[in-house]
Structures are given as structure tokens and as C-alpha cells.
């Protein structure tokens, strides 16, 4: 593993929020006195991330992935902790640490800002001189960027006339033209098609091969964590509950199995509840939940009772032992 | 500090507004008709030999197309775009950047503005055309030029003392209605509806920094202003100017302690 990109000790953040109370009376009161809370995002976490590391950060909404992710590219304040990131103190928004991060926002982009009606080509312009980059520079990385996106047809289309998807990799590729040494990219699927979403985890992991960076990566799509996270952090409410590789959080999260059944012939639903918990039923084909222990046990009884095709004993993926999780988290 | 990124936010700017060409040609609404507008007021009243504070009709009608030109190009709001971002987080998107938002957003209102000032050029000279009977060039040909300096100078106080405004947002959530307000304010304080010299209470009007945006310029060129005073103006406008950088520079830092990037 590289050097340090990330560090992070004991990290705090706690907003004010203010309160309103519903209704044209709620607004009435509210214009005179004003209510506020405080919510903590963060209690104090701690994590480090390295060169060449894709770190998956995870959690239920509201969790503090985006606040964590603000303050690492110093758009937030901490209220208490300590932050570094490629040396720098984020906050301090010095030069050279913003030249050496990206920050990747779904839904949101600086071209979509300002360069809306122009052409991708004057987008990526105005980014190689908001970041210096030489002629030669800019025109090396675009070449890269152009091949790995397969922009070449889009560079003289205006923006606001792209799909979704293409839009969605014109900003990451305008993301990466000054070749960040860490990449921050929150919910960067997110409202993407399947084939857009494949394509967009592809690049992502060819740019850390090719460039060694360090990478931070929130979605609620759990196949982006498992296609790119060497690591998952899993986040709730403000504090970490849960650490590894995306195999490893799943057998920590998760102790039980799915078995799949093939029967012979068609099976009735109180015949198998009987004998564990069935997940789903259709015809003869039936889905058990079931702990590793008990595996064998209801193998062997469902053997003595039914005349059976086949059989698979499958783990369930992560986002099934983070559903599970949550469920008995309350 | 590096002038690359700036300029470059001002040519994209101005691209972004000639896209929209018929805002443009329209713009010339706003220098065209308020002089013709007041023509026939002033004429009413000043008409035959007739002056008011030193204006007679000639002088009036002259100071109505130079000050509407001036005031109709300057952009006294900054950009409410501004505190609009602050309040929904789209202002992450820029402190990304390794450049400074006054500055980026400066170039980018100097940027869209530019496609303007020389459609305003046209409705200026058209109005000059129409009403040539009244029109006056100044007797001495550096007045152009140094009254249109000053303006500029002016422009780069009046956008600073909008962005001041819009970075309010950091604490109300919502400045729009401040700004527009202000603005309002501005365009009378800058001399945009009556000279600031025939005013009651002339010497408050005189003293603050908006005049410079409209008022102070067409004095230039009216030839109100003599050459010896212009050094302690210039002085004044920069002593405005310096105050509203510190001040922009201060509430910035202390507004983003206070940002909690909406959003994401």
C-alpha cells in the first residue's frame, strides 16, 4: 500500500438546524422567534485512506457520509478533530490541496453551472485554466480522458443537449483532467442506467490503476461498493459499526445463508414453515433463510420429507446482509 | 495572482449571453426609452431659457442618456445567483476551485455584461441620434475616456458592494429580497432617476460611493468637473473601493464557517 492520503482522528460535526412549525401560523411565529437544534453528524470517526485505495463509505441516509466527504474536500468545518489530506488542512482551502482533489457530486457539476449552453469542449477549457494546466498538459489528459469516456462526438455538442448518462460522464471526465490524487465521488450512479453505471465504475477503477490515486466512494448501490471498494467503512448515525472488505462486512453483518431448492414436484407453504424460514415460494421452487449452523439440519430433513431436483446454499450479497442488519438494528 | 482563470470565466460568460441574443437586443429597451421618457418631462419644466441647478434642458437631456447608459450597465446586485447558491449548496461547486469566487464571479459579470455595454452603445447613440438638438459632446475630448474609466472603477464598487450583499445568505438564508431592495437604492443613489446635485440633502447623496456608478461619470463628461478635482475623487472611489474588498474579504471568511453546504 502507498502513503497516507486520508487521515482522519476523532472527527466531530454538529449542525444547527432551524425548526418551523407547520402551517401559515407556524410561519407567522416563526418570523419572530426561530427555533434551533442541534443534530450531530459525525461522533468522532477515525479512518485513514491510502494511494491506490478505494474506499467504500456506507450508510443509511443521513448517516454523515456526504457531511464526511465535505469537510475532506474543505467545504465544511469540523466542529472538532483532526483532518489531513495530502498533507493539508482542507478547511484552509490552500491551492495546492484543492488542485490535488475532486469532488464529484451526483446530480451536480460545474459545467452544468456555467457552461450549460456551450459546448463540452469550453467546459473543459474553463477547468484547465481554473487548475493551470499547460497546453500540453490538458491536452495529453483529454486525449486519455476522451478514449476512456468515449467522448470524441460529444466535444462540440452543447451540454443541456446530452442525455443523463452522457452528461454524467463528461463531468466526471472534467472531474479528472488535472489528475487528482484523491477522488471523492458521492452517489456518483445515482439516477444512471445500468449499462451507464457499469461503464462509470469501469472508469473509475481504470483511473486508480492507471494513476495510483486514492479513491472515496458513497452509494446506495451496493454493486458500486462490491465492483470497487477494496475497503468498506459501514456508517450509522455518526459513528462506524462495521469495517473490511465488502466479503468480509457481509459474514460480519450477516451470519445467515440463503438455501435454494429445486423440489420434484410443487410444495405447499405450510409444509416448508414448518421447517424454517422461507423467503420465497414459487411452484416447487422454494428459498430458505438460514443460519450457517442450521444449514445441514434443514438440508437433511427437507431430504427426508420431499423428493428434491437440486440444491445451492448461497450467501447473501451485501446489500441483503446490510437490509438485514438494519432490520434487527431496529 | 493568476489572471488565466478569470479571463477565461469572462470570455465563457460572455459566450453564455450572446447565446441568448434576443436578451440582448432587448436590453436596448432600457437605454432607448427612459431618456425620451423624461425628455418631455424636463422639456415641460425646463423648456425656453429656463435651468434648474445649473441643468438646462441641453445639459438635462445629455446627463439622462450618458447617467441611463452608465446605470443601466452596472450591475448593483452582483448576481443574486449568489446567496441563491449559498442557501441550496451549489456554492460547493466553486469553493472547489482553486480560484477565488469574487473573483471568478466578477469576471463572469464583467463577462456577461460586456455584449451589452456595446448594444447599450447602439440604443446610447440611437437616443443621441433622435434627440441631436440636445445632445452634447463634451468640449474636451479626454473627458470621454476618463469618464468612462471612472465608471469602470465604479462598476468594480457596485458589484462588490452587491456580492457584500448576496454573502448575507450565509446568515438570513434568503438575501434576495435585501439585494433587489438595495438595488433599487443603488440605481437612485448612483443619480439614475434625478441628478444627485439637485437634490434636498445633496451633500448626504454626494457622500456615498454609489454616485461614482452614474452620477460622477456624466459630471466628467458634462464638463461639471474640472481636472484639479479629479485626483481626490479618484482617491475617494478607491478608498470606497479598498473598504468594500476588506469588508467582501471578512464577511466571506466568517460566512463559510457558517456554510453548511445544503444538499448532496
Not at chain 2, 2 to 17: C, F, K, M, N, S
Not at chain 2, 201 to 213: D, M, N, S, T, V
Request: aromatic content about 12%; overall charge neutral.
Amino acid at each position: 500500500m502507498g502513503e497516507i492520503v486520508v487521515y482522519v482522528k476523532d472527527l466531530r460535526k454538529v449542525y444547527r438546524r432551524a425548526l418551523g412549525a407547520a402551517g401559515l401560523s407556524g410561519a407567522a411565529k416563526g418570523l419572530f422567534k426561530r427555533q434551533v437544534e442541534e443534530v450531530t453528524a459525525l461522533k468522532g470517526v477515525s479512518f485513514e485512506v491510502r494511494e491506490g485505495e478505494i474506499l467504500g463509505y456506507i450508510g443509511p441516509n443521513g448517516a454523515g457520509k456526504t457531511t464526511t466527504l465535505k469537510i475532506l474536500a474543505g467545504v465544511l468545518f469540523p466542529t472538532a478533530g483532526e483532518v489531513r489530506v495530502l498533507g493539508y488542512v482542507p478547511w484552509r482551502r490552500q491551492r495546492a490541496f484543492l488542485k490535488g482533489i475532486s469532488f464529484v457530486m451526483s446530480g451536480r457539476g460545474l459545467l452544468e453551472e456555467i457552461t450549460w449552453d456551450l459546448p463540452v469542449l469550453d467546459g473543459f477549457l474553463l477547468i484547465k485554466d481554473l487548475y493551470g494546466l499547460s497546453d500540453r498538459e490538458f491536452q495529453s489528459a483529454l486525449g486519455e480522458l476522451v478514449d476512456l469516456f468515449e467522448l470524441s462526438e460529444l466535444l462540440k455538442a452543447p451540454l443541456r443537449q446530452l442525455s443523463h448518462g452522457q452528461r454524467a460522464r463528461v463531468e466526471l471526465a472534467a472531474a479528472l483532467l488535472w489528475r487528482p490524487r484523491l477522488l471523492l465521488l458521492d452517489e456518483p450512479t445515482l439516477g444512471l442506467d445500468l449499462m451507464s453505471q457499469a461503464a462509470l465504475r469501469g472508469f473509475v477503477r481504470e483511473y486508480v490503476k492507471r494513476t495510483g490515486a486514492a479513491c472515496i466512494v458513497t452509494s446506495h448501490y451496493t454493486r458500486d461498493i462490491e465492483d470497487l471498494a477494496d475497503r468498506v467503512l459501514l456508517l450509522d448515525h455518526g459513528e462506524f459499526v462495521a469495517e473490511g472488505s465488502p466479503q468480509e462486512l457481509v459474514r460480519k453483518l450477516s451470519g445467515m445463508r440463503r438455501l435454494r431448492v429445486a423440489f420434484e414436484r410443487e410444495v405447499a407453504a405450510e409444509e416448508l414453515e414448518a421447517l424454517g424460514e422461507v423467503v420465497e415460494l414459487d411452484g416447487a421452487q422454494a428459498v430458505f433463510r438460514v443460519s450457517a449452523g442450521q444449514a445441514k439440519e434443514l438440508v437433511q430433513a427437507l431430504f427426508a420429507r420431499f423428493p428434491i431436483h437440486d440444491f445451492t446454499l448461497e450467501e447473501p450479497d451485501l446489500e441483503e446482509a446490510l437490509r438485514i442488519y438494519f432490520e434487527e438494528a431496529g | 495572482m493568476r489572471l488565466r482563470p478569470y479571463l477565461r470565466a469572462l470570455q465563457v460568460q460572455t459566450q453564455v449571453t450572446l447565446r441568448y441574443r434576443g436578451n440582448v437586443f432587448a436590453f436596448l429597451s432600457y437605454v432607448l426609452i427612459p431618456p425620451l421618457a423624461v425628455f418631455f418631462l424636463w422639456r415641460a419644466v425646463l423648456g425656453g431659457e429656463r435651468a434648474l441647478g445649473g441643468y438646462d434642458l441641453s445639459t438635462m437631456v445629455t446627463y439622462y442618456i450618458v447617467t441611463q447608459y452608465f446605470v443601466a450597465n452596472t450591475a448593483f446586485s452582483a448576481w443574486t445567483d449568489i446567496g441563491e447558491e449559498i442557501r441550496d449548496g451549489r456554492l460547493t461547486l466553486w469553493l472547489l476551485r482553486p480560484a477565488s469566487h469574487y473573483g471568478l464571479y466578477f469576471a463572469r459579470n464583467i463577462g456577461g455584461w460586456i455584449p451589452y455595454w456595446i448594444a447599450g452603445l447602439l440604443g446610447a447613440a440611437a437616443v443621441a441620434g433622435i434627440l441631436h438638438r440636445y445632445f452634447l459632446l463634451p468640449q474636451e475630448p479626454w473627458r470621454i475616456p476618463m469618464a468612462v474609466g471612472f465608471w469602470l472603477l465604479g462598476v468594480v464598487l457596485a458589484f462588490t458592494w452587491g456580492y457584500i450583499l448576496n454573502l448575507l445568505s450565509f446568515w438570513t438564508e434568503r438575501s434576495t429580497g435585501i439585494v433587489l431592495m438595495a438595488d433599487a437604492a443603488a440605481v437612485f443613489l448612483a443619480g439614475g432617476f434625478v441628478p444627485l446635485d439637485i437634490l434636498p440633502l445633496k451633500e448626504i447623496w454626494l457622500l456615498l460611493p454609489f454616485r461614482f456608478a452614474g452620477w460622477f461619470p456624466t459630471q466628467i463628461y458634462l464638463g461639471r468637473v474640472g481636472f484639479a478635482e479629479l485626483p481626490r475623487e479618484l482617491g475617494l472611489l478607491l478608498g470606497w473601493l479598498l473598504t468594500f474588498l476588506v469588508l467582501q474579504k471578512l464577511i466571506w471568511r466568517l460566512g463559510l464557517r457558517r456554510y453548511q453546504g445544503a444538499g448532496g
